[in-house]
């Protein structure tokens, strides 16, 4: 059913829009890519499934999973960034990142295996379905659509209409004029790793509910992802960045459904080159300079 196919694709999106708003959000504030960032995704994962088989309900493993992804993104600021800020050290901070991701990955296979490892969800989230408009949509897909955006709402608000989004937006547009502005820039910066490794684990956790496992493998090819939804939108925009999730989670649905299921991610990079094509800032790029910032 078509419908069906379309509801399907709006919940993978939302995943998606998670892990690529947290590389926006970065990447608008201080003009690098984190690419830890998808491996703490992956975290965020095995930290589902640890906390659900001590007994922990689904809202607490979310509580757990963003506290302490938030916190491993203070670990990589310090690690990668602090000291690699000028535009010459972007390689640099680029690389140290990409070396921490390669550490988590290989802390968790050590003591988790290299094999994936099961969720068992409540019976309420496995068994139970709503039926809408005639479609019968399990619980546990509501449930990630619902965590999925009441974060992108509350990331919305945090950024446009409270004092922290006024400093990361000062700190994106000069960190030296808001330090001039009594704005702790250093203080800001991590804030904003926080936020978005927060979301990056969080997103992991939505993933661990779709599909029932934790691997290692995923951070990889759903980081890529997350990349070019990112430039789909529009560099730093994060608005455009969710749309560009639902958008390529829709185009995954409907590509299985006509029958072009098995080019797999091949559909997430034409649909990035169509869009790049027609609009070479993203969908929503030509924004970030008048909107995001002011």
């Keep these: 059913m078509l419908a069906e196919q379309i509801v399907n694709g709006i919940i993978l999106g939302s995943l998606y829009a998670l892990i690529a708003q947290g590389y926006t959000l970065v990447f608008g504030v201080l003009d690098k890519l984190n690419f830890a960032h998808s491996e703490i995704f992956m975290l965020g994962g095995f930290i589902t499934v640890a906390s659900v088989a001590l007994g922990a309900p689904v809202w607490v493993a979310l509580i757990v999973v963003f506290g302490i ?65 005639g479609m019968r949509i399990a619980l546990v897909k509501l449930t990630i659509l619902g965590i999925s ?96 999730g639902l958008l390529v989670g829709v185009a995954e649905a409907l590509a299985f459904t006509t029958g072009l299921g098995e080019l797999g991610d091949t559909v997430v990079w034409l649909f990035m080159i169509v869009v790049l094509l027609v609009r070479p800032a993203g969908l929503f790029g030509a924004k970030w300079s008048r909107e995001m910032r002011a």
């Design 69 to 133: 992804s938030g916190l491993l993104g203070l670990i990589v600021e310090l690690v990668s960034f602090r000291k690699f800020r000028g535009r010459d050290a972007q390689i640099t901070a680029a690389l140290s990142s990409f070396a921490v991701g390669l550490v988590i990955i290989d802390l968790v296979q050590k003591y988790c295996g290299t094999e994936p490892i099961g969720l068992t969800l409540p019976a309420a989230l496995r068994v139970f379905s709503i039926e809408i408009f």
């Design 149 to 244: 955006l009441l974060l992108t709402l509350g990331l919305q608000l945090l950024v446009a209409k409270t004092a922290i989004g006024r400093n990361i937006r000062a700190t994106a547009e000069s960190p030296s004029a808001a330090a001039l502005l009594g704005i702790n820039v250093k203080r800001t910066i991590q804030q904003t790793f926080f936020v978005a490794s927060a979301l990056a684990g969080v997103a992991g956790l939505t993933l661990v509910l779709r599909t029932g496992y934790a691997s290692t493998d995923i951070g990889f090819s759903f980081g890529l992802k997350a990349l070019a939804i990112m430039a789909i939108g529009g560099m730093g925009d994060l608005r455009g960045t969710f749309l560009g």
